[in-house]
């Protein structure tokens, strides 16, 4: 008995599983590779990077996987275009975007003939990515990791958007073992985006600190935090968090525009980029509530393999 392949636009993969884009740094080239070698779909995450910087994951990707890759870019970010460009012409197999709505981008990819696949919140917006040419969609609800377009968990979103379009539609948030996949799939989603599961691994480019923020949270260490990207986002408790939520911004102390519209309260990419440099006091660790489920760090292999036979065993049970 074998897990369900995933087929977006003129892209099959063998698994029904997309690894999420998780920025800064975090999902680059070396876990991208990784996921897709399993035969899942692999996101390097292209926000906080420069264009030289994707280009050089991409390629590393390339390099070391025939697999699906993609990237995960936020809209949000000032160089939105000249990320996914660089993208498309590196020859990525799709490309991911949340954090706002890109009218362009349906037709930058349609022209180089990579699928685009939106992050949705509602039916109203799978609808019009649906008509502006999408080759699938990702619905996330707000148990997801990162920033968060909705207020609404997975499950009770889903019926709407499988409703409200005929594309392929893609379960994500707060999945985190094989039997989420199966009542994912059972629910009528063409496949899963898992992320926080594949942050604490052996191959994504998280620092040991940040992994182990991971293993050690429980359910209550899991928050919503103020984010200036003007969207709520969800991450581990650490000093940083207690301080935005106590209004102790921490000083800007140069602003790279990174984004289009900031509101400033502090830099978000500084934040991200401690994080990233395992600055658990001062950085700002992104994570779904899935993070909770998070008890070791397995090698890719290894957790999809674990996924898999999670899945069996959960048909197996239901069918028994």
């Not at 790279?256 to 980029?273: F, T």
């Not at 990233?276 to 909770?292: K, M, N, P, Y």
Request: glycine share 12%; with cysteine.
């Amino acid at each position: 008995m074998d897990l369900p392949s995933l087929t977006i636009g003129s892209r099959t993969a063998r698994l029904p599983i997309i690894q999420g884009g998780m920025a800064v740094r975090i999902s680059l080239g070396r876990l991208a590779a990784a996921v897709a070698d399993t035969g899942g779909i692999g996101l390097i995450a292209g926000s906080g990077l420069s264009v030289s910087e994707l280009v050089d994951e991409i390629r590393l990707a390339r390099a070391t996987s025939s697999g699906v890759i993609g990237v995960n870019i936020m809209v949000a970010v000032r160089i939105f275009k000249d990320l996914v460009q660089a993208a498309i012409a590196e020859g990525v197999d799709l490309v991911v975007a949340g954090a706002g709505f890109s009218r362009d981008v349906f037709g930058w990819c349609r022209d180089a003939g990579v699928e685009f696949v939106p992050i949705v919140g509602s039916a109203r917006v799978a609808r019009l990515a649906e008509k502006f040419g999408a080759s699938a969609v990702i619905v996330e609800g707000c148990d997801a990791g990162g920033h968060l377009g909705t207020d609404r968990h997975l499950f009770d979103l889903l019926p709407e958007i499988l409703e409200a379009v005929d594309i392929p539609v893609i379960a994500a948030g707060g999945l985190a073992t094989g039997a989420d996949i199966k009542r994912a799939l059972d629910a009528g989603a063409a496949g899963v985006q898992m992320g926080s599961i594949f942050a604490a691994t052996v191959e994504s480019s998280a620092p040991d600190a940040f992994k182990q923020m991971y293993v050690d949270a429980t359910d209550e260490d899991i928050i919503l935090t103020k984010s200036p990207v003007g969207l709520p986002g969800r991450a581990i408790t650490s000093p940083l968090t207690k301080r935005i939520a106590a209004g102790d911004y921490p000083e800007i102390a140069r602003c790279r525009a990174c984004l289009k519209e900031c509101g400033k309260e502090y830099c978000i990419i500084d934040a991200l980029e401690a994080a990233q440099r395992g600055d658990v006091e001062h950085g700002l660790i992104f994570a779904g509530t899935s993070a909770a489920q998070v008890h070791d760090i397995p090698k890719v292999a290894e957790l999809v393999e674990r996924l898999c036979a999670q899945w069996r065993a959960a048909e197996e049970g239901a069918a028994s």
